[in-house]
């Protein structure tokens, strides 16, 4: 019998990575040096999923201030070079990240389809030995439009399928852990796992499958994901600390 499941593409801030904390800050202190708050509670509901220059431009627009593109580029290197700076020794990885990433790359093909800067992205890889697992990774500004856009996921799926021709995107599968990242692999056309790491479930409207984190999730449910005929009609499903087990 084939294999269901033929590939898989990571989120990397909120699902491998635990790194938001740290890119909030960052985004607090390039915002204060204008005499600009963001606070806590304004990020996590109205700015998470997006790249570093959407979140200055949606604030920009949410706000009704006047900020060309250049200015909200210059902001976001600002914050880039503010992450940097708080990027410390120590594990940023979520609990099982490392362990699923490495069985999943036994099994399967993986991406990674971001909206986080390519460095920040390969620093963290690079340092936990996990870079050369990844077959592709799509990072902020290898597309025209961010998520919720769904073309940073149709990227990662084009180059995967570069490399493995038989790939079809309903037997692909996305890990996500915010709505807009959500409405990103929908729309092109993968299926959709949400983990609760920053939203909770009820916020993951667009997932066919929750749970906690890359620690609960094993393969066998990614197979039985894809196997499922519709993916628009497979229903929501919430796993607890016991499935799959």
């Given at each position: 019998m084939s294999q269901p499941l033929q590939a898989i593409v990571f989120d990397?801030?909120?699902v491998i990575a635990n790194s938001e904390p740290l890119h909030l800050r960052a985004f607090q202190q390039a915002l204060a040096d204008e005499g600009l708050t963001l606070t806590d509670e304004e990020y996590f509901a109205h700015y998470l999923g997006y790249d570093d220059v959407g979140v200055f431009a949606a604030l920009a627009r949410d706000r009704g201030i006047a900020m060309t593109e250049r200015q909200s580029a210059s902001?976001?290197?600002?914050?880039?070079?503010r992450l940097q700076e708080m990027l410390r020794a120590g594990d940023v990885l979520f609990p099982g990240a490392a362990d699923f990433i490495r069985q999943a790359a036994a099994a399967v093909p993986i991406a990674i389809a971001s909206g986080a800067l390519r460095h920040e992205i390969e620093e963290i890889l690079d340092a936990t030995e996990l870079?050369?697992?990844f077959t592709a990774i799509v990072a902020s500004g290898d597309t025209p439009e961010s998520k919720p856009s769904p073309e940073p996921y149709a990227l990662a799926f084009t180059l995967l399928q570069r490399e493995h021709s038989n790939l079809t995107t309903n037997r692909c599968v996305a890990i996500e852990d915010s709505r807009w990242g959500l409405v990103s692999a929908r729309g092109a056309g993968l299926r959709c796992v949400g983990v609760t790491n920053s939203y909770p479930a009820s916020a993951l409207t667009d997932a066919e499958l929750i749970?906690?984190?890359?620690?609960?999730?094993?393969?066998?449910?990614?197979?039985?994901?894809?196997?499922?005929?519709?993916?628009?009609?497979?229903?929501?499903?919430?796993?607890?600390?016991?499935?799959?087990a």
């Open positions: 990397f801030d909120g902001l976001a290197a600002r914050k880039g070079i870079r050369t697992h749970v906690g984190g890359l620690h609960e999730l094993t393969i066998p449910m990614l197979e039985g994901l894809v196997a499922t005929e519709n993916p628009a009609k497979a229903g929501h499903h919430e796993s607890t600390n016991e499935v799959g």
